[in-house]
């Protein structure tokens, strides 16, 4: 139970510190609303993040794979949804809807690709 817990922690965790240092290198702030062209490459760059922390947290749980980056893929849905519906940033709404798009099914790809690759190993 500890280890399910401490693997999708450590999957969003990882995320969240990931998009930071993305944001970061390229001068904007967690609060600043950058232009669109870098909001897009940064969807691209989080698609991308979202399968590796995905596949971390299924690494990480060694067990059950697919339902522990499900886990992580449900935690991006709410936030997406939370981000939708109280509008909490000033990004524009397709912004919050990428993150149910684009980055809860990466995440579960990270997953199933561990628990494939895992049983070759």
């Known amino acids: 139970m500890i280890r399910s817990i401490i693997s999708v922690v450590s999957g969003y965790l990882a995320f969240s510190i990931a998009v930071l240092i993305l944001w970061l290198a390229f001068g904007y702030g967690p609060k600043d609303v950058p232009p669109t062209n870098f ?5 691209f760059c989080e ?11 299924a690494l990480i749980a060694q067990r059950r ?3 522990h980056a ?4 449900a935690i991006f849905v709410i936030v997406g ?3 939708l519906i109280f509008k909490t940033n000033q990004y524009p709404y397709w912004v919050a809807l990428s993150i149910i798009i684009i980055n809860a099914p990466c995440a579960l790809l990270g ?3 561990r628990q494939n690759t895992k049983k070759k190993i």
């Open 65 to 67: 794979e697919r339902l």
């Open 47 to 57: 698609a991308i993040i979202s399968a590796g922390c995905g596949y971390l947290t």
């Open 81 to 83: 949804l939370g981000s």
């Open 111 to 113: 997953g199933y690709i």
């Open 70 to 73: 499900g886990i992580l893929a």
């Open 39 to 43: 909001l897009i490459f940064s969807i």
